[in-house]
């Protein structure tokens, strides 16, 4: 392939070249990655040591946390499609966002301030949600309307990387700030307020709110209407991609149910069990970008079929009789692969095919879409391990992933067709 | 335009980061414990009886947890152990605490003398402690964080060990342990198990609750069988009274997490209130065969079981009253 050099010290520099060419990414792309890194580095402090503060400080259960977590979930869902057609009515999907962020980094300020009630935790709790709720979309579609649309499959792979690296980091700051000042909450809540204002100073500073495919405003085109979002489920190509989202979204279940069911294959030490996230979390981190590069070069839906394919391999390891410790961490490295190949491919292929002016909406559906159909299949996989064991429930699942996968090939590839002009 | 809002960037990354380490240094440095040598206040003398409690302090560190006897109305300090959770019974104790690193949480075992006989690696928040009557087995719930990564990161789950207190090895989880409703097995994804109390005659049998699809079932188990049958919905947190004949325990308001306490007669199923009206979120002590002890994890009260009377604060600034009988107050000396 390559001619034969000479000298190595010639090679290593061009080589160096043409991989950082290959990874083309725009500056704004990585300025959204350092943001939501940020945001995330400041949820994931407070996420952790919530649990210790509750129950030490407050004396309180943590299981009532959960019980209102739960509760909002399902309205940030709903949330996300509202704010993506608003980002598209009003043209600014990055006004959109900083309110989302704004949001957040308003309830770290008053956790602070009112952290001392489970109510008041219970409401900032809630905020955060409905935060994260407003600013996906309209951040997805910054992204996508940033890159070129041959880069796509790799700026939203170098976004989920950054993004996984706020999740990582969070933690590990929490602990360390605890281990320089035992028992030191509000230190914990001070450092989180001052990562979630650094992440939306980035955001109001240093994005480009309208970016290179940004539709133009000037130029005398009324603002999408409420029926031209709703209309773009009709559109065909957005219709089978939706379509698609939902049958496979369905049949995916979420990774902390699939780590449940592999601690009662293996029996391992409950002691480990944290590490499965770490293991998951670290593979998904490094393979995100190479992956979006790998999607963008031979065709982002064979990449995303793989995701899926992977995910049916760890089903598959499921069904079998016994499991090491090393078919475990496969297990763990095909998930992290999973989760590389399906989480920025799929904005990707939205990204593509979606009209440049209801970018924002079109990805709230489609997050929409995955997050509803992934509820209901963590729903519908505990019901089926209550009635039919955990067997059965893995069985079900991955003949279901299978047909969903056959399914979704006819329709990803009507997606990629060319819309038809006239 | 781009550069001057570099700049304004540049500050405010300056301004958070020389914020953020003043005040983790300020924590860090500034005075951890405050001069008042608050301590657990005993405010009624128990006839008969003798507890054990944990200090609760929170704004200070150093006397947070530490634990203390109370005998005939007066506070003793008892060694330098410092608990979250704390239980003692026939010469073996449960220290469930925040292990050294500050960031982690541990079990010690401990023997008469409050010395650390075995120490063992806990995998989430101490949740409940129980030591068997005659000292045999320990049983601890740990709450841990479901997924902190990937998402859901407050949905919680509990684990609920029993460890074997002459060698501090785990004798089984519970969340292994073999289930059976209405005599056919019994299983799914969201089992969850906490409380455990052991029956005062026979030490391999227990009570805990099951937690599966907004149910919290008390279940009865055999250690030695590894196995647990369903008994009856609607009970969290049991405790068994030291005759064996009742349990007393956790009911759960609607589907908030609000809790009133009641008191189930094991042979007749009678089942009632007692006079506590404010929700409770602890697992009961048995005093006497009357009387319950618990904890708003703020005080120690007491209330008679039978559901008269008016609950009294029997130790202030105090959780996790453990009832020590005569012989293991003296063993404690």
Known sequence: MYQVEASKALLKPKLWARRSARLNVPRNVVMLGMVSMLTDVSSEMVATILPLY???????????LGAIDGTYRGAAALV???????????????????????????????????????????????????????????RDALISLSSSKAG??????????????????????????????????????????????????????????????????????????????LGLARD????VLLLAAAVLSLTSVSDAMLYVGLQRKIDFEPAVFPLLYVITAVAFMGLAIPVGQLADRVGRVPVLLCGYALLFVVYGALLMSSLGYGLLVLCLLGL?????????????????????????SGLGMLTTVTSIGNLVSSVAFGALWLALGLR??????????????????????????????? | MASRNGKILAGIVVLCVLGAGAYIAYAALGPSSTTTDARPEAKAVLAGSDVMVRAVDPKNPQLNGRVYEVEDGEVHHDGDLACERVYYAAGHGICMAIAPSGVDYEAKIFGPKMETEHTIRLTGLPSRARVSRDGRYGAMTVFVAGDSYLGNSTAFSTRTYVVDMASG?????????????????????????WGITFDPADSDRFYATLGTGGHHYLVEGSISGQEMKVLRDGVECPSLSPDGKQVAYKSRIGDETRWRLRVLDLATLEDHAVAEERS???????????????????????????????????????????????????SLQ
Do not use: C
């Not at chain 1, 065909?236 to 219709?239: G, L, P, T, Y």
């Not at chain 1, 079900?396 to 399914?407: H, Q």
């Not at chain 2, 994890?297 to 959780?319: C, I, Q, R």
């Open chain 1, 236 to 239: 065909r190509r957005v219709a």
């Open chain 1, 336 to 360: 992290g692969g999973y989760f590389a190949a399906t989480e920025g491919v799929f904005a990707a292929i939205a990204g593509a095919i979606l009209p440049e002016e209801l970018q924002a």
């Open chain 1, 80 to 138: 996300q499609v509202i704010s993506g057609f608003a980002a598209d009515r009003w043209r600014r999907p990055k006004q959109v966002a900083e309110a989302g962020y704004g949001i957040s980094a308003v309830g770290k300020v008053a956790l602070v301030a009112a952290g001392n009630t489970i109510g008041g935790i219970g409401a900032i709790v809630a905020f955060d949600r409905i935060g994260k709720g407003i600013r996906t979309a309209p």
């Open chain 1, 152 to 229: 796509l499959a790799t700026a939203f792979g170098v976004h989920r990387a950054m993004d996984s690296a706020g999740a990582m980091l969070g933690p590990l700051i929490a602990f360390g700030i605890l281990l320089a000042a035992p028992a030191r909450f509000d230190a914990v809540f001070v450092v989180s307020t001052f990562f979630a204002v650094l992440g939306l100073a980035v955001l109001v500073l240093a994005v480009q709110g309208r970016p290179k495919r940004a539709p133009r405003v000037d130029d005398g085109t009324p603002p999408p209407s409420l029926r031209a979002a």
């Open chain 2, 280 to 330: 409770i979120d602890d697992q009961v002590e048995w005093l006497d065969d009357d009387t319950l002890a618990y904890s708003d994890e703020k005080n120690v009260y007491t209330v008679p079981a039978d559901g008269s009377g008016e609950p009294e604060l029997l130790v202030a600034d105090a959780s996790s009253p453990v009832r020590l009988s005569a012989a293991s107050a003296r």
């Open chain 1, 392 to 422: 059965g429930a893995v069985l079900v699942f991955a003949v279901a992933l299978a047909l969903a996968i056959a399914a979704a090939v006819p329709l990803l590839l009507r997606s990629q067709r060319a819309p038809v002009h006239g």
């Open chain 2, 169 to 193: 090895h785990t004798a089984g989880q519970l969340e292994q342990f073999k289930v059976t409703k209405d005599g056919q097995p019994f299983d799914a994804i969201d089992f969850n198990f």
């Open chain 1, 54 to 64: 509750l129950v030490f400080s407050l004396g309180a259960s943590p299981l009532a």
